[in-house]
C-alpha cells in the first residue's frame, strides 16, 4: 500500500518525503548535512547531544522561529524549518564546543582518527580553536577483553555504547556509572565483555573511546587499506562484511550494511574471527607424501603436476564438498569427480536434515525471511535452537521482533517507533509472543512468554501438538500431560492471531522437528495466515550445497585404487574419528585442497593450498536462500590459488574440456548455471568481471591512499603495476570508480565530509533503509508453488530417561564451535574449555560437582570435559559442548556414560 507523501519546506524549498519519520532522518535522506552524536539509524532518537539542532517557523509569517532537535521533530505535512540560519549553524557550534571541552587533543595518536564521526561533526559544525584553557576531566581505562580496547577519556557522553549494549542488544555488563558532567562508560570492574555483539562498540561509539584491538596489533588508518565487499563465512546468516588488508594481510572485518540482512550491525564471531586468515596454520606451499609412511614435504608447484597425474588417472576418483566452499568450487569438484561420485562432506544426519528443510521451504507453505522480516515477526516459536550460540544475528533480530507489541502500542497513542526513549518508558515489560522449546536456559529466554525444556523428541512432540491445535486436520498428540497439553495450546493461540508468525529451527534440530515446523506452517496457511520459517543452518554455503546434487557420506563405497578430493573440508569434524580414518587407509591417494592445517590435511598425499574468502572470489547462499558473492581484497600469493582455479588446473591434467574453458571465475559461473538453472539469477543479478562505471573499474582503494612506492621499496625503488583482476569489475588500485558503485560491490562508505562508518547513510535511500539500486543478493528460493501438501504423521515416541547413562545433546558455541573463527589469535582466547552440562539430581547420582573433571563415553569415543551444573538440564539429560578445538566428533544426541577422572 502506497503511503501518502507529505511537504515540507527547508530553507525555501519545498520538499515531498514519508510521513512517520523524524526530521533529522528525512534531512539526511535529502542529502543535507546536519550533524549529530546521539541518534543512530538502529537506535532511534533520544534527543541527548542537541547537535542535531535545526531552526522550526510556526508558519510562513513567523520570521523568529525556534530552535528544536530535528532527531525528535517528526516531519509532517507544512512544516517549515532551517538548517542553514546563522542562529541555529552557531548554536550547533557551541554544542560542539562543550562537548569538545574534555576532550584530549589526540587525533594523530586515536585509532579512531580518520574514520572518526567526532571529527567529522565538528568540521561540519564549523568549530576550530577550543578557548577552554582548564583543567581536563579525565578517567581510567578498563581491559574489556581481547576484541575492544577502552579510551574514556576521549567520551562526549552521547549514550550510544551503552544504549546499544543494553537496550538493544540485552547486554548486562556495560552501563554508565556517575552523573552530571562525570559519567563513565564502562564495566563494574574490568573483565571481558560478555555480549556477543560487544564488537559493534567501535562502530557505533562516534569517537575512539571503543576501538577494535586486534587492529591495534597491526594498526593501519583507513585510508591505508585496502578494500573488497564480503560475506560472513562464520555461520549461514550470511552477513554483509568489508574486508580490509594492508602490507599482503588482512587487518580488520567490518559492517558493509544490507538492509535486509544485517544492517549496521556484526556479531563477535563474523568481526573477529578474520584472524585464521593470517594464521600460522596456513597451507602457503604444496606439500607431498612421497609414501604412506613418509612426513608430508614442501613442494614447488611443478614437483607435484606428476603425481597429480598420476593420482588423476584411477578409475575410482570420489569428491567431497563443503558446506563452506563457494558454489563454484563445490561445482568444480563435481565436474572434477563427476555427479555420481560427488559427496556433500558432511554427516548423514546434517546431510539429510539441510535436503528435508530445502523441501519445506519450497513446498509453498511457508516463507523463508530475511532478518529484516525476522525483526517484523509478531510471534515467535523457536524448536530446539540456541540461536545465540549458531546464528548470532539471526537471535539479534528476534530480540527486536519482541519489541513490536510494545511499539503498536506506543504508536496508538502517537508515539512513533523512532522515538525510543518514550517507547521503551512505556513498554516496561510488553513482549511479542516468544516461546522457546530447548534442552537448557538460551539467552534469549529472558523475553520469552514461555520456555519448555526437553529433548528433541519432546520438542517435536510440542509442535506436533501446536499444529493440531491450530488445525483439526494435522495429526493430533497422543499421551500430553495436562501442562504441554495447555502450552501446546497457548502458542496455537498467538500464532494463530498473529500478522506474521515466526518459526526458528536450526543445526541443533533434527528432521522430527523439522516435520513438526512443515505441520505447524501447513495448518497456518490452512487459516489464511502467511507463516515463515528461519533456519540456523550450520554453516556459510549449507543452503547452497544443499541445492546441488550429491550424496551422503553413508552412501560411500571405497575401492581399494581410489583417489579421495578433499575440499576445504576436515572430515574429522563432520563424522567419527573411527570412520574417517578407515576410508583414507583405504585410499590409494588423498588429494585435500585447504586452507588450514588441521587434522585431515595432515593424512593427506598431496595437499593444496587454497586462498581463504581474502584471497579468492564467490558465491555463497545464505540460510534465507540469498545468493550473494564476495571477493578478493588481496590477490592470492603464488602458489595459493583459489579452489576452483586448482580444480581447473587437475581438470586440465584429466584431459576433460572445462579444463581449457575455466580461464576466468566467469566461465565456471556460466558452466554451473548450464548445469543448475537454479543458479540462472545470480549470472542475471550480479556484475561480471566486464561490469563497468563510466568505463571505469571500481577502486578498492581510497583516493588518499598513500606509500605506493615506499611500501614495496624493499623489492624496487619504482612504483610497482597493481595486480590485476580479470575476474572482478573492481581494481586493486587507488584508481578508478569512486562514487557510490552498485550495493554489491561496495568497497568502503566515503562521502565528502562523512568519513566514519556514517558515511553508509549516503548510499541508502533513507538511513536504516534500502541501499540505493537495492540490497546486496539475490534469493534463490521463492514460496512461488501452491501443491497440494499433506501432513507429516510420524509423531516420534516421548523420552524416557534412562537408569544407565544419560542422553547427551550438543551444546552449540559461538566462540569454538565453528572451525575457521576458532583459529584466530583474539577470538581462540574466549573458547571455553570442553564441559557436559547436568542438573544437580543427575549430579549428585554420579557423585560429581561444579568444575570436576570426568570422563564422558559415547559409543566407544571417550572424551575429559568439565562438568557444570546448569538447573534448566531436564532430568536424564546432559548437554556436552559441540566440535570445541581438541575435541572428537561425536553425533549426537546419544546415550553416554559418565565416569570420575
Avoid at 571529527?119 to 580553536?129: I, L, P, R, S
Avoid at 558454489?327 to 555427479?339: D, H, I, Q, R, T
Avoid at 528443510?357 to 509453498?364: A, D, V
Avoid at 493430533?476 to 508468525?501: E, F, G, M, T, Y
Amino acid at each position: 500500500m502506497e503511503v501518502a507523501m507529505v511537504k515540507i519546506q527547508i530553507d525555501g524549498t519545498i520538499y515531498e518525503v514519508k510521513p512517520g519519520k523524524n526530521l533529522l532522518e528525512t534531512c539526511l535522506s535529502l542529502g543535507f548535512d546536519i550533524p549529530y552524536f546521539c541518534f543512530h539509524p538502529s537506535l532511534g532518537s533520544v534527543g541527548a547531544c542537541r547537535l542535531c539542532a535545526v531552526k522550526k517557523y510556526a508558519n510562513s509569517n513567523d520570521k523568529t522561529g525556534r530552535i528544536v532537535m530535528s532527531c525528535m521533530e517528526p516531519a509532517v505535512d507544512g512544516l517549515i524549518i532551517s538548517v542553514k540560519d546563522p542562529e541555529v549553524k552557531a548554536f550547533r557550534a557551541s554544542i560542539l564546543e562543550s562537548l569538545m571541552a574534555n576532550h584530549p587533543h589526540d587525533c594523530p595518536v586515536c585509532d579512531e582518527g580518520g574514520e572518526c564521526h567526532l571529527q567529522d561533526m565538528t568540521v561540519m559544525t564549523g568549530h576550530n580553536y577550543r578557548r577552554f584553557d582548564f583543567k581536563k576531566r579525565t578517567h581510567k581505562n578498563q581491559n574489556l577483553g581481547p576484541f575492544i580496547h577502552h579510551e574514556m577519556n576521549r567520551c562526549i557522553q552521547c549514550y550510544r555504547c551503552v544504549r546499544f549494549y543494553r537496550d538493544y542488544a540485552g547486554g548486562k555488563d556495560l552501563n554508565v556509572f556517575g552523573s552530571a558532567n562525570n559519567v563513565y562508560f564502562g564495566r563494574h570492574e574490568e573483565g571481558t565483555l560478555e555480549s556477543e555483539f560487544s564488537g559493534n562498540l567501535a562502530e557505533i561509539c562516534p569517537t575512539g573511546v571503543f576501538t577494535d584491538k586486534t587492529l591495534k596489533k597491526h594498526f593501519t588508518r583507513k585510508w591505508d587499506l585496502t578494500n573488497a565487499p564480503s560475506i560472513c563465512v562464520h555461520c549461514s546468516v550470511g552477513c554483509n562484511t568489508i574486508a580490509s588488508e594492508r602490507y599482503g594481510s588482512l587487518r580488520r572485518v567490518v559492517n558493509r550494511y544490507n538492509g535486509d540482512v544485517n544492517g549496521y550491525l556484526l556479531c563477535d564471531r563474523g568481526r573477529f574471527g578474520y584472524e585464521f586468515v593470517n594464521s600460522t596454520k596456513r597451507i602457503k606451499n604444496p606439500q607431498l607424501r612421497q609414501s604412506k609412511e613418509s612426513a608430508l614435504e614442501v613442494k614447488e608447484v611443478s614437483e607435484i603436476i606428476p603425481k597429480l597425474s598420476e593420482a588423476l588417472k584411477s578409475k575410482n576418483i570420489v569428491g567431497f564438498g563443503s558446506p563452506r566452499a563457494s558454489l563454484e568450487a563445490n561445482f568444480a569438484l563435481s565436474k572434477l569427480v563427476g555427479a555420481e561420485n560427488f559427496y556433500h562432506g558432511i554427516s548423514d544426519k546434517e546431510y539429510h536434515f539441510t535436503k528435508l528443510c530445502l523441501q519445506i521451504l519450497t513446498s509453498g507453505a511457508v516463507h523463508s525471511p530475511s532478518l529484516k522480516e525476522v525483526e517484523k515477526a509478531n510471534a515467535i516459536f523457536i524448536l530446539g535452537e540456541d540461536v545465540t550460540n549458531t546464528a548470532p544475528m539471526l537471535a539479534l533480530a528476534i530480540r527486536q521482533a519482541t519489541r513490536n507489541k510494545s511499539i503498536e502500542k506506543a504508536e496508538k497513542i502517537g508515539i512513533p517507533k523512532w522515538n525510543d526513549a518514550a517507547v521503551r518508558e512505556l513498554a516496561q515489560n510488553i513482549h511479542s509472543p516468544l516461546f522457546i522449546a530447548s534442552p537448557y536456559f538460551t539467552k534469549l529466554d529472558e523475553l520469552a512468554e514461555t520456555t519448555y525444556r526437553a529433548t528433541s523428541e519432546d520438542i517435536a512432540r510440542l509442535g506436533f501438538a501446536v499444529a493440531s491445535y491450530i488445525s483439526n486436520d494435522a495429526p493430533s498428540v497422543d499421551n500430553l500431560n495436562i501442562d504441554i497439553q495447555n502450552q501446546a495450546k497457548r502458542i496455537a493461540d498467538a500464532l494463530k492471531q498473529s500478522k506474521n508468525p515466526l518459526i526458528v529451527i536450526g543445526v541443533q534440530g533434527n528432521e522430527d522437528i523439522a516435520h513438526a515446523t512443515a505441520n505447524i506452517a501447513l495448518a497456518l496457511k490452512s487459516i489464511d495466515k502467511k507463516p515463515s520459517l528461519s533456519i540456523a543452518l550450520p554453516e556459510s554455503n549449507s543452503m547452497g550445497l544443499g541445492i546441488m546434487e550429491g550424496k551422503p557420506f553413508g552412501e560411500l563405497k571405497i575401492e581399494n585404487d581410489t583417489t579421495l578430493v578433499i575440499l576445504e573440508n576436515d572430515l574429522y569434524r563432520r563424522v567419527e574419528k573411527s570412520l574417517v580414518d578407515n576410508l583414507l587407509e583405504k585410499c590409494q591417494n588423498i588429494i585435500v585442497l585447504d586452507q588450514l592445517m588441521n587434522e585431515t590435511s595432515s593424512k593427506a598425499d598431496i595437499l593444496i593450498p587454497t586462498g581463504t574468502f581474502a584471497e579468492s572470489e564467490g558465491t555463497l547462499v545464505n540460510n534465507e536462500g540469498r545468493a550473494q558473492r564476495y571477493y578478493n581484497v588481496y590477490p592470492a600469493i603464488e602458489p595459493i590459488r583459489e579452489s576452483w582455479r586448482w580444480i581447473a588446473e587437475l581438470i586440465r591434467i584429466q584431459g576433460k574440456p572445462e579444463g581449457n574453458s575455466w580461464q576466468k571465475f566467469d566461465d565456471v559461473v556460466n558452466s554451473m548455471v548450464v548445469s543448475y538453472p537454479i543458479f540462472s539469477k545470480i549470472k542475471e543479478y550480479l556484475p561480471n568481471a566486464d561490469f563497468r562505471m563510466f568505463n571505469e573499474k571500481i577502486s578498492r582503494q581510497t583516493m588518499r591512499f598513500s606509500g605506493r612506492t615506499a611500501m614495496n621499496a624493499n623489492i624496487s625503488v619504482h612504483e610497482q603495476k597493481p595486480p590485476q583482476d580479470a575476474d572482478s569489475p573492481l581494481a586493486f588500485s587507488m584508481e578508478g570508480y569512486q562514487g557510490v558503485p552498485p550495493s554489491s560491490l561496495t568497497p568502503f562508505h566515503w562521502a565528502p565530509g562523512w568519513n566514519s562508518n556514517q558515511a553508509a547513510n549516503k548510499y541508502m535511500v533513507e538511513p536504516n533503509g534500502e541501499l540505493k539500486g537495492g540490497n546486496p543478493g539475490i534469493r534463490l528460493i521463492e514460496n512461488t508453488t501452491d501443491q497440494q501438501q499433506s501432513y507429516y504423521k510420524n509423531i516420534p515416541q516421548p523420552f524416557k530417561p534412562r537408569n544407565e547413562g544419560l542422553f547427551i545433546v550438543p551444546v552449540h558455541q559461538i566462540f569454538g564451535s565453528e572451525e575457521l573463527s576458532s583459529n584466530g589469535e583474539a577470538l581462540s582466547s574466549r573458547i571455553p574449555e570442553p564441559f557436559i552440562k547436568i542438573n544437580l539430581k543427575e549430579a549428585t547420582r554420579y557423585s560429581i560437582r561444579s568444575n570436576d573433571t570426568v570422563h564422558l563415553t559415547v559409543e566407544n569415543i571417550d572424551v575429559l570435559v568439565k562438568v557444570e551444573i546448569d538447573a534448566s538440564i531436564p532430568d536424564g539429560v546432559a548437554g556436552l559442548s559441540f566440535n570445541l578445538p581438541g575435541m572428537p566428533f561425536i553425533s549426537l544426541p546419544k546415550i553416554g556414560v559418565i565416569k570420575k577422572s
